[in-house]
């Protein structure tokens, strides 16, 4: 059965059925109210210039309508009040969008010293987390941040221009490609810094998701290359952060038949406590850490369950066109085992 490139299923924002998940109007952080303050401002001004020219042109064209008699109107050519006029009210109206978007620009700056550093690196197509102030915890497709926390992104890309966007936390940072220096730090990155939002309800485990999405047209699978924020009371983020510096529980055999497939994998991908994250050199697939606990699989392309995950195996182009990882590594049998692996052997409780 040939399965569909989306799966049909609504995005859900505070457990409601959400139709459009890329909404930036309703802001829900500091930041993103404050860069909506600045719109608001800037389209009340451009309303009332608009009127302002509107209004005035309409009249004239009625009132000094060609009458066919030859007459010409009063000119106003060289009347200097009409010239100091109209070259101040211009000047004012941008003073009063630069100042306040100055005072969003300079509040937002500076990250705060106790900001949690996460650092975002985009590729094609897919998202990589790093949390070097936790473990050296590295996640893929899915950011996990403590409720109502500064946080510092730095991002970079590791081939073309990326974008970063959570249009419900506001902004949005270019992730561009950079050279790496000798300790395999970037030598340079973008920044962007927001505090978290509080979680909407404390006693649902999981915490509260958000889309984000690359913003940046980088390629054949760029709409394919999605996201999610996840926000968790700090007491859950601590938990996930000891769950993902944790080695698998592998407690079937078929999921340790998977684990020796896995063993051919590690050249590309890494899973923290196995001996695939003590390989030395950079790996160029995603991070497979907690796979068995994420929503969604290629990079928010496919709910992650047992079909879709086989169909990914099988063939991920068929899913994400210029994926890397090609065809047929794995049979039938394999397919099974390391499925089980990766999605039982890898899911850890946030209780």
Same mark, same amino acid.
């Given at each position: 059965m040939q399965l569909p490139a989306f799966d049909d299923s609504k995005y859900k924002f505070f457990d409601v059925n959400w139709d459009a998940p890329m909404n930036t109007i309703s802001g829900i952080t500091e930041w993103s109210r404050d860069i909506n303050s600045v719109y608001a401002i800037t389209t009340w001004i451009c @309303?009332?210039?608009?009127?302002? @020219?509107?209004?005035?042109?309409v009249w004239t064209l009625v009132k000094f309508k060609d009458k066919g008699d030859g007459a010409v109107p009063k000119q106003f050519h060289g009347n200097a009040t009409l010239e100091v006029l109209w070259t101040v009210i211009p000047v004012v109206l941008l003073l009063f969008i630069a100042v306040p978007t100055w005072r969003v620009l300079f509040k937002h700056a500076r990250a705060p010293e106790n900001a949690i550093v996460v650092e975002v690196i985009g590729h094609q197509w897919w998202w990589e987390f790093r949390y070097p102030q936790n473990g050296k915890v590295i996640t893929a497709n899915e950011l996990h941040l403590p409720e109502k926390t500064p946080i510092h992104f730095k991002v970079w890309s590791e081939d073309v221009i990326h974008g970063f966007w959570i249009p419900k936390? *506001? *902004?949005k940072m270019d992730a561009n490609p950079t050279g790496m220096?000798?300790?395999? =730090?970037?030598? %340079? $990155?973008?920044?962007? $810094?927001?505090?978290?939002?509080?979680? @909407?309800?404390? =006693?649902?485990? *999981?915490?509260?998701m958000y889309q984000g999405q690359c913003t940046q047209l980088c390629g054949a699978s760029h709409a394919l290359m999605r996201f999610n924020a996840v926000v968790h009371t700090k007491e859950e983020f601590d938990v996930w952060v000891k769950n993902a510096n944790s080695p698998p529980k592998v407690e079937t055999a078929l999921a340790k038949a998977g684990e020796q497939v896995f063993a051919r994998c590690q050249a590309c991908h890494a899973i923290s406590g196995t001996p695939s994250a003590d390989i030395p050199g950079k790996k160029i697939g995603p991070d497979l850490s907690n796979f068995g606990d994420r929503k969604y699989l290629g990079a928010g392309t496919r709910l992650n369950n047992r079909e879709n995950l086989a169909a990914w195996l099988r063939d991920p182009t068929a899913i994400k066109p210029g994926a890397l990882m090609p065809a047929g590594l794995v049979?039938?049998?394999e397919i099974i085992q @390391? =499925? =089980?692996?990766? %999605?039982?052997s890898t899911a850890k409780s946030l209780q």
């Open positions: @309303v009332f210039v608009f009127f302002a @020219v509107a209004i005035p042109l936390f *506001g *902004g220096n000798e300790d395999g =730090s970037p030598k %340079r $990155y973008n920044d962007l $810094y927001f505090e978290t939002p509080a979680v @909407v309800d404390a =006693s649902k485990k *999981g915490g509260d049979n039938e049998e @390391v =499925s =089980s692996y990766l %999605r039982l």
